[in-house]
């Protein structure tokens, strides 16, 4: 069965800190993932699709990479509001997948 | 702005039949495929299945036996209905919207979920 496997499971990171979160496909997906934030008790919010493209409305500190079977969630500059669940979803087949999610909490 | 709203019981007795309903406004139904997913307590997302304006469908292997989905264009809804209940159905379950015209698959749009507990 395909799998993305999202790392770390959590991190705790302060305001203004960088945050990086990986997403590893289990087979190449080529750029056909999205990333998405949820905050409790809310729908998940699609943030970055086709790997890179950010969202409308999405701020810039946002970012994303990769390609194939790696790619990554870069939060630079960390906001208050940042705080939050993020998933990885695999694009291209079905049935399709998200990420198991990560949770960036506050140190 | 288009508008996701799931509305349906919040409570549902083993060995039934769920019935949810989501209601698109500010926007048609054309041109998109139409989503179910769903998050069980503390845990990620999980894709139940999609119709696109057309009727068509497809849904998770894992559900394909219980599920069917339904749109209702007229009325701007779309409808899932899932059988044989189990406590492993509790979760949140959210509708969703993804654009036509690629073959790659974001949601763009989301209720913002309903909870369903399964519990007799």
């Known amino acids: 069965d395909f799998q993305l496997t999202q790392s770390p499971s959590s991190v705790s990171a302060s305001v203004g800190d960088t945050v990086t979160i990986k997403c590893r496909a289990s087979?190449?997906?080529?750029?056909?993932l999205a990333w998405y934030q949820q905050k409790p008790g809310t729908a998940p919010k699609l943030l970055i699709s086709?790997?890179?493209d950010l969202a409308g409305g999405v701020p810039s500190r946002f970012s994303g990479s990769g390609s194939g079977t790696d790619f990554t969630l870069t939060i630079s500059s960390l906001q208050p509001e940042d705080f939050a669940t993020y998933y990885c979803?695999?694009?291209?087949?079905?049935?399709?997948?998200f990420g198991g999610g990560t949770k960036v909490e506050i140190k | 702005q288009v508008r996701l709203q799931e509305s349906g019981p919040g409570l549902a007795r083993p060995s039934e039949t769920l019935s949810l309903t989501c209601n698109v406004s500010?926007?048609?139904?054309?041109?998109?495929?139409w989503h179910w997913v769903r998050q069980h307590p503390g845990r990620g997302l999980d894709w139940i299945g999609r119709?696109?304006?057309?009727?068509?469908?497809s849904y998770n292997p894992s559900l394909t036996s219980r599920l069917t989905i339904s749109l209702d264009t007229p009325k701007n809804q779309f409808t899932l209905r899932l059988m044989s209940l189990t406590a492993a159905d509790t979760a949140t379950y959210y509708c969703?919207?993804?654009?036509?015209?690629?073959?790659?698959?974001?949601?763009?749009?989301w209720g913002q979920g309903i909870l369903v507990t399964v519990s007799s």
């Open positions: 969703a919207r993804s654009p036509s015209g690629s073959p790659r698959v974001y949601f763009d749009a």
């Open positions: 500010g926007g048609s139904t054309a041109y998109y495929y």
């Open positions: 119709i696109y304006y057309t009727g068509g469908t």
């Open positions: 087979h190449s997906v080529r750029n056909w």
């Open positions: 086709a790997a890179s």
């Open positions: 979803q695999e694009a291209s087949s079905f049935p399709l997948t």
